[in-house]
Every structure is written in C-alpha cells, then in structure tokens.
C-alpha cells in the first residue's frame, strides 16, 4: 500500500519547493552551520598555533595575526615544546601517563569481564542480589571514596604508588564495566553455552574462546572510554598519586604549570598540547569505536 | 595416538597451573619493586652490579645516571604486572579450582570469576561510602554532631549551593538544548559527518587541557594594550572595554559553564542525531503530508519520539555538572565567587584539613546524584525493554 505512494509525495514536495533556487534556500542553514563549526574549532587551533610560535610574539599579537603573516621571519618554533618536555618535566609525566594508563584499562576490564559472564551465565546462590548491589554502586560519586581510601593507602604505603591508582581506577571503573559487559555477554545465545558445555568446556574454556571473542566491540567500547577517562582525570591522580615529579600524570603536571607558568602562554598551549595528543590520535583512528566507547560509558563521567 | 591423546590433555592439566603459579610469583616480586619509592633506580642498579657495571649502579643509587633507563624499566614492569597478571590470576586459579571435584568444582567457580570484582568494589566504593557518610555526622573527637551540615547555611556556602544550580541548569540545558539544535541542523547538509567530528572532538580533551584552551579564549589584558585573547580582542574590535572572564564575577560561572556546554554539547548531538534518524521516515512523511512546516515537524513531532534519548542525555550530564570540579579548580580554584560543591569539598579536606565538612559535602553530593541516577537507570532499563 505504501510503497507506491511514496514517489508520488516526494515529487510532490520537490516541485512544491522548487520556485526558490536551491542555493539562495540553504543559505541560511549552511551559514550557521559553518559559524557552528568555526566556534567549535577556533578556541583548539589558537592553542595549537599559540604553541608552535615564537614567544616573542605570543605576548604583543594575537594568535590569528601569524596565521596572515605565516612566512614572517621567526614566526614558527618548536623550542616551546622543548622546554616544557625537558625542563617542565611533561615528558616525564607521559611515560607516568601511560604506566597509570594501560593497566587502569586492561585490568577493570578483565575483571568485569570475567564477573559479567559469571552474573549473566553461571546460575550460584545470591547472584540477583549481588548483580542489583553491583549495578547500584553506579550512584556513588568517586568524592565520596576520597578521605577512607587515603588513609587506607597512607596506612599501606600504597599513597603516590602507581599500585595504589591502578587499584582505585579498577574499583571506580567497574561498576560500569560489569554493567555494560553484562548487558551485552547476557544477550549471547544461549545455544552456544549448551553446546559448549555438551561438548565438555569448562566456564574458563567458554569464557576464553566463546564470549571474548564475541565481545570484542562492546569490550573495545569500554576499553576507549576507560582509557579516555583514565587519561583525562584530574582528580584521583592528585588524591592518590600526588604532585610528586616521580610519579606525577599529564593532568597534574599541566595544572601544575598552571601555577608555576601562569601567564607564559607559550608553554601552558605546547603542555596542553601534550596532553591532548593520545585522545587525540585514538578520536581519529578509532573514531566509530570512539563514538561507540563515549556512549557507552556516558553514564559514570 | 590414542596414548598420546590420554596424556597430553594430562600433561597441560598440570603444565597451566604450574605456569600460571609460576607467572603470579613474578608478579609478586614485580609488585614489590613498584612498591619500593626507588623502585626502578634500584633495580636497575642491581641489574648494573651484576653486569659488573659498579659506576653506573653508585650514580643511579645516588639519583643520576640513567634514570630514564630505570623509568622504562619501571614502566616495562608495570604494565606486565598491571595487564598480564590479573590474566594470570584469572586463569591460574580458575586451573587450579578445575583440578577439584565437580560439586566442589561448580561451587566455587563462580566466586572466583566474580570475587575480585566484588571484593574491590567492597574495598573502594562500599565501605569509603559508609565511611564517609559516618564521618560527616561526627566531629574530630568521634562525637555525634550536625555542625558539619549546619556550615551549609552560612552564605558563602548558599553562594556555592547557588552556583552549582546554575551550573546544573545552564551546563545541562545548554548542551542538550545545542546538541538537539545542531543534530537537527546537520542533519540537513551534506557534510554531516564532518560537521558532527568537529563538534563531537572536544569530547577527547581533557577537562584541564580544555579549561587551558578556554583560559586563552579568555586572556585578559589591561585596555590599550594588544588583546592575545580571542574573546577580548572581539569586544575590543567592536569598541568596548576588555573584560577579565574568569576574575569577574558573576560572569566567571557562565564563563567556566561555557567550557563544559563545549565540551559536552558534543557528546548530546552524537546521541540525539542517531535517535533523529531512528524516527522512521513514514511518520514524518506523514507529518508533512499534514501540512507540518519544517519547524513544527522537528518541535511536535521527532523532540517527542526522541524522549528517551533526551532523558538519557540530560540526566548523563547532569551528573557530570552536578560533580563538576576540574574547571573551577584550574581556571580560578573557586576564589571568585565561582566556587562549587565539589571544589570546596577538595579543599576542605586538602587544605583546611576539616575531614568532617569534606565528608558531609561528599554526602552532599551522592544524595544530589541520587535521583538523577535513578531517572537515568530507570530510563534505560526502559528503553532496553522498548527495543
């Protein structure tokens, strides 16, 4: 019945529409479209262009100004970077990054894992109960766990250990992380555990051959938001790990340079930078696992 | 053949666990050396003694020398420890627990996959939380008391209950307003997928890159001298006066509100285009087939079918407004008037060292987020049950 109606309507609204040329129409629509967009880009491209001037002239003139005189004399350096990933110490902070990082990912992960698949495929007494409590921590906002974990860790020597963040990171990321494995291991098909456990395999064989290698998106999904947030925290990186040059992060090392540098633009935009590169990178290779990591974990942020 | 095949499961029966034990000393020792504040510097420098390298290993005991070589020694440790470990862990003890008899076997299992989550979770989240909602109802010597709740209706503290409002009602109005707006706006053109990218970038920026990135939009110079920020040299270009944003208040709170609608407002449109484009086409064909204009359409007819992701976006960011702390702690550190819950609670406890008024706006804070986690939960479940 629809179907062939369709056509007639949208030739319909085409001619109704065509008496205004199609340009002069969107005009308005590509416009704010365009204005959208610049003012969602312009504050980044400042810092990334404010980093790679001259300081000279970073005080005395807008950063626009380079961009219509880009072939003056000493307009461009890097020295900015230099400096602050030598004598700034945010080189130092990236590798601290990375260490914090890759096992604040990799190890929430693989214990929430490793849980989901137990709530949602091994039947064992309080499970329901268990699940509902696990699920429910997702209201408890990180602040409150500050004062109690930091005696804690100051009782254990944990304080400014990268053990001690991993550890936190894991407990803060998993409520969401079983959440979501859980949502997307319990829709697997059942036959493939029946099958499974017809043909002899073990819990530990059908979770290492059935359902991580079917969970790979919604793993890889959560892995980019951890890692993001991870990466981009401020604030358990300086409850926990503390300023210390040794073990301190991107986030700290930049607020630091806040403090210290405050009004040299020069060094604050070529930190910032580095600190912005990883996401950065990851939003442009992985941009579709990105997207799908950001909504997945929207709930926590 | 069929003696090879009765021995070899028989043998990796024992050769996994044997392995994974193996594996999980190391970690052991790897953890002790992660422990150790010198860690990497005296590890290496052992590593050196043993090279016959006695120079090198005096300067790295010392603080110099290759200290570089010893951080990514240190780092190399660590993510071995960190990702190969908790494999270890899993899968040695799950070995182990399958050596045992099966009724043993099917009973603690289980508790193996989920008790380290469980345990975790009991450690960083369950008891802090007990423990600092008892902590906000005692004083420093262990005494009942309210006081620490009582603080919140001094004005300074109605000041900051103030601004957290209008963060909550302008951070999250603001992007799920611009979000919805922009969705529908590139929805229509024909470079969608670029315009959404630029938008939807600033979601991969950190909080204290973005509040730099800002804190240059917002650069203030005394009137007559050159403005270097953008915002300013504009205000300047038309005549006016240059203003210091983030100094100024009340024009701070919006200034910083502005930073997180940037950043957010991203993460909005991403969600609401893919709802806009799950509205099925029949409806709004016969939409327009009614007489609806383009505005009405998208107002009366998709904002409503939307709903669900509406409520999904609204309440995600509202939690993250209602705990916002990275802006205010690096663009002014909350001493202008702009300060916020979360802020204060940090320099309660960090600062004024006052545990108690720390925990009772940590308190604060959970029961602010409580509902908004319900709505958001309950939602999801529903639109679970929906699709």
């Given at each position: 019945m629809t179907a062939p109606a369709q056509p007639i309507v949208n030739r319909r609204v085409a001619r109704f529409s065509a008496w205004q040329p199609r340009f002069l129409r969107s005009l308005p629509l590509r416009l704010s479209v365009l204005a959208i967009c610049a003012i969602w880009t312009l504050p980044t491209l400042g810092l990334l262009v404010t980093s790679v001037r001259n300081p000279l002239h970073i005080t005395t003139s807008g950063w626009w100004t380079a961009l219509l005189n880009?072939?003056?004399?000493?307009?461009?350096?890097?020295s900015n970077y230099q400096t602050v990933i030598s004598s700034d110490g945010m080189g130092n902070a990236f590798i601290n990054s990375l260490i914090v990082t890759l096992p604040s990912t990799v190890i929430p992960i693989t214990i929430a894992a490793f849980a989901a698949y137990a709530f949602a495929w091994i039947p064992f007494r309080g499970r329901g109960i268990l699940f509902t409590i696990v699920v429910g921590l997702?209201?408890?906002?990180i602040q409150m766990s500050l004062i109690p974990i930091l005696q804690i860790y100051s009782a254990g020597n944990l304080y400014g250990s990268f053990l001690g963040i991993w550890l936190a990171h894991t407990g803060f990321g998993l409520p969401l992380a079983v959440f979501l494995l859980y949502n997307f291991i319990s829709q697997l098909p059942r036959d493939l555990f029946e099958s499974a456990a017809i043909d002899g395999a073990s819990h530990l064989q059908a979770f290492t051959r059935i359902v991580l290698p079917l969970s790979v998106p919604a793993l890889g999904a959560f892995a980019i938001f951890q890692f993001l947030w991870v990466w981009n925290d401020l604030l358990v990186a300086l409850v926990f790990?503390?300023?210390g040059a040794e073990v301190r992060v991107l986030p700290t090392a930049l607020f630091q340079l806040i403090g210290s540098r405050g009004g040299s633009w020069h060094l604050l935009t070529a930190g910032a930078f580095i600190t912005m590169v990883v996401p950065l990178v990851v939003f442009l290779a992985l941009q579709r696992s990105f997207v799908r990591g950001i909504l997945a974990g929207s709930v926590k942020s | 053949m069929a003696v090879a095949r009765t021995e070899n499961p028989g043998r990796s029966r024992f050769l996994l666990p044997i392995a994974g034990l193996i594996g999980l000393g190391l970690c052991g020792a790897g953890i002790l050396v992660l422990l150790d504040r010198q860690g990497g510097p005296h590890l290496l420098a052992s590593i050196y003694d043993l090279l016959g390298n006695s120079a090198g290993a005096t300067a790295l005991r010392n603080g110099s020398g290759d200290q570089v070589i010893a951080k990514i020694l240190l780092a190399a440790i660590a993510l071995a420890v960190g990702v190969g470990g908790i494999w270890l862990l899993f899968i040695g003890v799950g070995s182990l627990v399958s050596l045992l008899r099966p009724t043993w076997r099917d009973r603690i299992l289980p508790w193996v996959f989920v008790g380290p989550a469980l345990a975790l979770l009991a450690v960083f989240l369950v008891y802090p939380a007990a423990g600092t909602i008892l902590r906000s109802f005692v004083d420093d010597h262990g005494q009942f008391t309210l006081r620490n709740y009582a603080v919140m209706t001094d004005p300074e503290f109605i000041q900051i209950l103030r601004n957290n409002i209008i963060w909550l009602i302008l951070g999250t109005g603001g992007s799920v307003l611009l979000g919805l707006v922009f969705a529908g706006l590139f929805d229509?053109?024909?470079r969608e997928s670029l315009a959404k990218t630029l938008v939807f970038l600033?979601?991969?920026?950190?909080l204290v890159g973005a509040s730099v990135i800002w804190g240059f939009v917002y650069a203030w110079q005394p009137a007559g001298q050159p403005q270097i920020g953008l915002l300013n040299a504009i205000v300047v270009g038309f005549g006016g006066q240059p203003i210091p944003w983030l100094t100024t208040s009340p024009i701070n709170v919006f200034a910083e509100i502005v930073i997180m609608v940037w950043l957010q407002t991203g993460f909005a449109m991403v969600v609401l285009s893919a709802a806009i484009k799950g509205v099925s086409g029949e409806i709004i064909e016969a939409a327009r087939l009614d007489g609806a204009s383009e505005r009405q359409l998208f107002l009366r007819v998709i904002v409503p079918m939307i709903r669900g992701s509406i409520i999904t976006v609204a309440t995600t960011i509202a939690i993250v407004t209602i705990k916002i702390f990275d802006i205010v702690y690096v663009t002014t550190?909350?001493?202008?008037?702009?300060?916020?819950v979360a802020n204060r609670m940090f320099h309660e406890i960090f600062?004024?060292?006052d545990d108690g008024r720390g925990a009772a706006l940590a308190t604060l804070l959970f029961v602010a987020v409580l509902p908004v986690m319900y709505i958001n939960l309950s939602n999801f479940r529903r639109q679970q049950r929906g699709s």
């Open positions: 880009p072939f003056a004399p000493n307009q461009w350096t890097l997702l209201v408890v906002p790990l503390g300023p | 229509r053109i024909r600033p979601l991969a920026i950190s550190g909350g001493r202008f008037n702009d300060d916020v600062q004024f060292f």
